[in-house]
């Protein structure tokens, strides 16, 4: 296809516009001619990097275009791609000659070049940001969009700089190739990575090809005589089919080599066999017809009839030792599945239809992509994510109405959740797999029918994060962490000013930080708010920008908490200061930590060390740790329980026991504990001896009380010889 056009050889005007009418004969000539005349004359004399005219660049883009027949309001968009951005025309101009579908499409495609004569990352990532909007209007922008990518590439080699053709070169690979793959196009998909791996790995290409040569010529005519074969094969079954061999480009069998960890020897599908066939029944009958007469390579079939690729590709996939023994793969397919997998969306375009607002299977993938856009909080996290989403293996899972829902290898049941729908993956709480309940951290198998169960109370878990594979729900659960912190340390941040104030007699106004904005370098009240509780600015820096005298008035509240901390009796330990301020209903993790070395519990008496933008972790007064801040006294914080505070039903608490050491021990004790309603979180022995043995057990309790209850109970036990709370 289009091979004089790879040679260089420039398609003519009458030559363009037959090929056209031979596959749509009501194209419309006339603007076709118009616009091959107008973007000749826009472009006039300029050339490209080869010498070439310029206008040769978009004749190209138009004519592979018809390579993939589509309609002519696409040519045409293709011919007037570039006249906007690098030449006098408008698109008024383009409006009044050739209409309003075809200025939306040049509109669309002249965005994003200019967004791409930007080279940084963060260009880059704007523009694939801009590319997925337009192409979610019309997937014709698209498909200009990597036509006028395979025709640069082709010419790429006339650029001198070696590092602009590597940027050009690993954009192509990790956006416009996967692109084309998800809407079906895997000929100009290929084409894209070969290109692309001649400029990031040409030593490796050139390696792999002259491997590839060596095995033609020691095969000799092995190809044909496998065809041969599986022919006669076929015929003897009464099946007519027509089989076409194939060798694997450089790149996909470099990448089946790093991803397996293999040699080029190892590799059992260098060459595949596509086997067309008339009808679904003859691909399994054919299936069948090649199981019985060789032996089956274990774990390479893939049916991908039942279960088609997110971007419409259907076939049957199987490995076995064919002809000769040798070791090959062979794909069956109808006609039709064969044209959708060679050129995908192109395959079966219809003109009068608007296919650009198509929905159906194969655009799930763009309305995840546009949904992971709208929750990324900028354009080069939206770019990580919708790398995410674009490679990976798959896995086929089922809901349990049948539905089947495509996830990346990895995906655990909330990835199943946000991609069955994204409130479906916020209010997750649990699931079943295959009918028993799992963990939400399981790897989804193919073929598992998953059951997720919600609550209404339910929120997306920060710790999620850690494990989710997809792009979507990454993108979902961080932007409710963002949301969730910003209004953390928004209310944290107004506490802590509101309390510097009270205690140098000032009263707190919205409208005497205004004064100060500019000095802290933000647009808002809010946003100075959230930097203080966030720990970029401390309450007193802000108090004192407000009423610069201050410094002289009277000593640091801070400086106070530290002597509290020294001189408190027993007596008073439980009760907060009457300036202490309260972390009810701030959610552990995000504006507030609690710290791992005292294990905080409601009824200790507690003070806050502030971390720059990580907010505070409390501490209990007493904990060791404390002393290495003595010396930064605008870090500690006065902070409170609250009596009747919205906590956690459950914090960690660390107890530290002496065992005997004898059968039955370790059953005593943790009975002792569930007893009591704790929860055994974690357990450590630090030392073992012939009669004792020490623990350290971290247990869920309600608050102090709670632990001293549990405490209490162990201390009875005639087994556990010591038991106090660990403190470090």
Known sequence: MGEARKRGCMIRQFELVE?????????????????????????????RASGDPYFSHPLEVAGILTDYKLDTATIITALLHDTVEDTNASLEDIKKLFGEETTRLVDGVTKLTRLELQSDHAKQAENFRKLLLAMSEDIRVLLVKLADRLHNMRTLHHINDKAKRHSIALETMDIYAPLAERIGMQEMKSELEDLAFSQLNAEARESILARLGFLREMGGSLVARIIAELQQTFENAGIKAEIIGREKTPYSIWRKMQHKEVGFEQ????MAFRVIVSSVEDCYHALGVVHSAYPVVPDRFKDYISTPKPNGYRSLHTGVFGPERQRIEIQIRTREMHEVAEIGVAAHWQYKQGYGQREGRQYRWLRELLEILEHASGPEEFLEHTKLEMFHDQVFCFTPKGEIINLPNGATPVDFAYAVHSEVGDKCVGAKINGRMMPLRTNLENGDQVEILTSKAQTP???????????????????????????????????????????????YTEKSLKSVLKVFNVDSVDDLCANVGAGIQTGREVLEAVFPGIKKKKKGAAQKIISLAGVR???????????????????????????????????????????????????????????????VPERWLDVSWEVGAELPEFHVARVHLTVLNEPGSLGSLSMIIAKNEGNISNLKITHRSLDFFDLLIDIEVRDVRHLTDIITALRAAPVINLVERAKG
Not at 601 to 623: A, F, N, Y
């Open 461 to 507: 878990s920060p710790t999620w994060d850690r494990f989710v594979v997809t792009g979507k729900a990454r993108a979902r659960i961080r932007k409710y962490v963002r949301t969730k912190e910003r209004e953390q340390y928004l209310e944290l941040g107004k506490s802590i000013l509101a309390r510097a104030f009270k205690e140098e007699e000032y009263e």
């Open 569 to 631: 009796s027993k007596k008073d330990k439980g009760k907060p200061s009457e300036n202490a301020i309260p972390i009810k209903g701030l959610i552990p993790g995000m504006a507030v930590h609690y710290a791992g070395c005292c294990h905080p519990l409601p009824g200790d008496r507690i003070v806050g060390i502030v971390s720059t933008g990580k907010g505070v972790t409390i501490h209990t007064i007493d904990c060791a740790i404390l002393e290495q801040y003595a010396e």
């Open 19 to 47: 090929k056209i009418k031979s596959y749509d004969p009501n194209a419309n000539e006339e603007a076709l001619n118009k616009a091959y005349v107008f973007a000749m004359k826009a472009h006039g004399s300029q050339v």
């Open 267 to 270: 590799l059992s599908d260098i």
